[in-house]
């Protein structure tokens, strides 16, 4: 990979008219410098380093608990007391959490305000950063409820992937694997070009984030909305948000997204779907493998996943129809792709298989 940041921009088209990704050193402090009227909200470890530049940020507390309507109604109160208007444009600064929230709270105060979004985390800046996408959690209920908010703009700092530990770069790594082999073979075999890895240089990771998102941008100004061909986005998803409500979020998005992966691998090879022979479904597997095996705890939060508890989970996946299960599967071409399954016991055994094999890969021997 390149040692250096070239700064770089470009644009996502959508209904909205469009906005811009800029990557680059140094852009965090250019953002933060304009003027306007404007509110900053920041993740806490982000709003507390700001006070200390005399820069006043609405903190959230990155965790799936402030994903909650409580959480948004107290962020709609403190933009109020601070006398936000629909001319104000919202700072975001943060991970997936505070994207979430922002882009959710964006959308629906005074019907709809601007909004700025600056990722902090490896796994935003390659893959959630685009799209306009809110998701919140009701009750038991992960992203059950959202809008779409296209931000004013995107900006990626390199020297953000700093202050990240190993963890969240290797949640980073595993989204944008994924977008990288849901894209296609070119960009896959790109992807895996780059020698991306978690202890790489950190400026390294620009080239990777640049990669996923001109990848992603593909998909999303062909399927705005996520109807169609953007769907297949949602690859490791359905097993990886089984996986993050069975570990009580013991497991983290991004890797539970990567662990999520490798069932679908076990499921579509138990269904004769996906031909594990195929050098880039091999390929996968083992960067995969490779990328969750470095997580610390791993084991014991897998082994605390009930099966029972996983298939609750799965099960109650809001892409799901009444008689048939959405998952998205590589087919034996080696294309990721969206299926409908019966929702029947056989293949409820069989989805039970695939996450017992997972529990089984990872436990302590």
Request: hydrophobic content about 45%; charged content about 20%.
């Amino acid at each position: 990979m390149r040692s250096s940041c070239n700064p770089t921009s470009f644009g996502i088209a959508c209904s909205t008219g469009g906005y811009n990704i800029h990557i680059g050193e140094g852009l965090l402090d250019k953002e933060l410098g304009e003027d306007g009227e404007r509110l900053v909200i920041a993740d806490q470890f982000f709003a507390g380093h700001l006070a200390t530049l005399g820069i006043e940020a609405i903190p959230i507390i990155a965790n799936e608990s402030s994903k909650s309507l409580d959480r948004i109604a107290d962020l709609i109160e403190a933009l109020k007391s601070r006398q936000a208007t629909r001319g104000t444009t919202l700072i975001a600064i943060g991970g997936g959490v505070v994207q979430d929230c922002v882009t959710f709270v964006a959308s629906v105060y005074m019907r709809g305000v601007p909004w700025v979004y600056i990722p902090t985390t490896l796994l935003s800046m390659v893959d959630s950063c685009i799209g306009g996408k809110s998701s919140i959690n009701v009750g038991p209920y992960k992203n059950i409820v959202g809008t779409f908010h296209p931000p004013l703009r995107v900006v990626i700092d390199p020297i953000l992937a700093q202050t990240l530990s190993s963890e969240q770069r290797i949640a980073g790594l595993c989204e944008a694997v994924k977008i990288c082999m849901c894209r296609g073979a070119e960009v896959f075999d790109a992807y895996l070009a780059l020698g991306a890895c978690p202890t790489v240089n950190d400026k390294d990771f620009a080239a990777v984030t640049e990669l996923c998102l001109r990848a992603k941008k593909w998909f999303i100004e062909i399927d705005e909305f996520d109807r169609k061909e953007r769907l297949v986005l949602n690859f490791g998803h359905t097993f990886g948000h089984a996986i993050e409500a069975a570990s009580g979020f013991a497991v983290g998005h991004g890797v539970a997204v990567g662990l999520g992966m490798l069932a679908a691998l076990n499921l579509g090879e138990q269904l004769a779907y996906t031909e594990m022979s195929d050098l880039r479904v091999r390929a996968l597997r083992h960067h995969v493998r490779g990328l969750v095996t470095g997580v610390s705890g791993l084991s014991e939060a897998l082994g605390n996943c009930s099966l029972d508890k996983l298939m609750d989970a799965f099960c109650a996946d809001k892409k799901h129809g009444r008689d048939q299960l959405a998952v998205i599967l590589i087919n034996r071409l080696g294309i990721v792709e969206r299926t409908m399954l019966p929702r029947n016991e056989e293949m409820l055994a069989n989805i039970s298989k695939a996450f017992a094999r997972l529990k089984s890969d990872f436990s302590e021997s």
